[in-house]
T-cell receptor
Framework: AQSVSQHNHHVILSEAASLELGCNYS??????LFWYVQYPGQHLQLLLK??????LVKGIKGFEAEFIKSKFSFNLRKPSVQWSDTAEYFC???????????FGKGTSLLVTP | DVKVTQSSRYLVKRTGEKVFLECVQD?????MFWYRQDPGLGLRLIYF???????EKGDIPEGYSVSREKKERFSLILESASTNQTSMYLC???????????FGSGTRLTVV
């Protein structure tokens, strides 16, 4: 079955620490990849996306992600996190044969001052 | 600013009630989706629609139905609410040919 796996369910970091959240998927063929963020009490927002081209994509608020096709991975990174990055992060994948996005279970990030 | 609007932010319903969750988008999107979000389980697809009057089951359709009579509106129906349907319900839409969603703010439903 097609699936999206996020390795870390809860992450706690101090401000200025570097962040990497893992995401792997099990789809074959062409995929569209997304990271969404949900700040406390707010709706899901698109952080960044990959459709094709340069496998290193940059998103909002200093986030970036790298698509590694051979590893079926799309890891999210940020060099230096801030307290305001405290949120839940969701990786999502769509294959071109499907209508809907499939989401990982999410990673809850807490950044401490 | 483009929007997906869910009619209620919070709802409390009794077991056995028929519950309607409404979602309206103003972007002329063909595709609309209903997910439920539960801690530790992420977002799970309940139903989606790719056109007016068209609907497809997602991963967890049991206990739910949907209605799409107009392009802008996609309703989720809980035929007989049960306590295990207590959850956050998220509506989303996207245009054909683009796979990124716009999400609504969610409806937190509690069934007592």
């Amino acid at each position: 079955a097609q699936s999206v796996s996020q390795h870390n369910h809860h992450v706690i970091l101090s401000e200025a620490a570097s962040l990497e959240l893992g995401c792997n998927y099990s789809y074959g063929g062409t995929v569209n990849l997304f990271w969404y963020v949900q700040y406390p009490g707010q709706h899901l927002q698109l952080l960044l996306k990959y459709f094709s081209g340069d496998p290193l994509v940059k998103g909002i608020k200093g986030f970036e992600a790298e698509f590694i096709k051979s590893k079926f991975s799309f890891n999210l990174r940020k060099p230096s996190v801030q307290w305001s990055d405290t949120a839940e992060y969701f990786c999502a994948v769509n294959s071109n044969s499907g209508y809907a996005l499939n989401f990982g279970k999410g990673t809850s990030l807490l950044v401490t001052p | 600013d483009v929007k997906v609007t869910q009619s209620s932010r919070y709802l409390v319903k009794r077991t056995g009630e028929k519950v309607f969750l409404e979602c309206v988008q103003d972007m002329d999107h063909e595709n609309m989706f209903w997910y439920r979000q539960d801690p530790g389980l992420g977002l799970r697809l309940i139903y989606f629609s790719y056109d007016v009057k068209m609907k497809e089951k997602g991963d967890i359709p049991e206990g739910y139905s949907v209605s799409r009579e107009k392009k802008e509106r996609f309703s989720l129906i809980l035929e007989s609410a049960s306590t295990n349907q207590t959850s956050m319900y998220l509506c989303a839409s996207r245009p054909t040919g683009y796979y990124g969603y716009t999400f609504g703010s969610g409806t937190r439903l509690t069934v007592v």
